[in-house]
C-alpha cells in the first residue's frame, strides 16, 4: 500500500500565503514553514542561553515544521475570514480536524503515533513557541513588503506587532529588538553592517 504523507508535504510550496492581500512576492506554506521553525528554534535558543530556561528546541521545531500540514488539504484560510465570526471560526476548526485527520491516515500505521504527537496533539507550552515564531515571520512579511513601498501591509504589520506583545515573551522582544530591523535593509545595507566593526 503507497503512503502519501510525503507526497503530500511536498504540495505545500503550492499553497500561498496572504491570498486577500496585494504581494510584492508571494509565499508559499512550505517556506513559511521553514522559516516558523527557523524562528523557533532561535526563540528556544534565546530562551536557553540568554534567560536560562530549559525548552526542549528539537521538540518545539519538530512541532513548527508540521505546525500548516493539514493546509495541503483546506488552503490557506487567511485571518479575516477564519476570525470573522465565532461560527466561521467553528466551522474552519471543524474542517481542519477533518483534514488533520485525513492527512494522518496516510502515514504508515507504525509512525502516525508519532506524527499525530506533533500535527494533531502538540503540548500546548510547547506550541506556544510555535505561535510566538508564526507570528514572527508573518511580522517579518509584513516588514519585507512594506520595505518594497507596498503599503498593503501597514495595518497588518500594527496587528501581529500588538499580538506579539501581548504574548508577554522576552524571547519574542529579544528576537525583536535585534533581528527585526535587519529586513527593512537592503542586501549592500546589512553587508556594509557587517564590515564595520563599530556595528
Known sequence: MNHHFFAYL??????????????????????HSFYVASIAHMLCTISNEVYGGNVPTDRVVSIALFHDASEVLTGDIPQPVKHNNEQILRNFREIEDVAVERLIGTIPPALSSIYRG??????????????????????????????????????AKQQVLD????????????????????FEKTLDEITLDIADPSE
Open 163 to 182: 499580538s506579539l506583545k501581548k504574548m508577554n515573551m522576552p524571547e519574542v522582544d529579544y528576537f525583536l529588538e535585534h533581528m527585526s530591523a535587519s
Open 118 to 155: 506533533l500535527i494533531q496533539e502538540p503540548d500546548p507550552e510547547l506550541y506556544r513557541w510555535v505561535k510566538a515564531a508564526d507570528l514572527i515571520e508573518a511580522y517579518i512579511k509584513c516588514l519585507t513588503e512594506l520595505s518594497t513601498g507596498n503599503r498593503e501591509f501597514v495595518v
Open 10 to 31: 511536498y504540495r505545500l510550496k503550492y499553497i500561498d500565503r496572504w491570498s486577500l492581500m496585494w504581494n510584492m512576492r508571494r509565499e508559499n506554506v512550505a517556506e
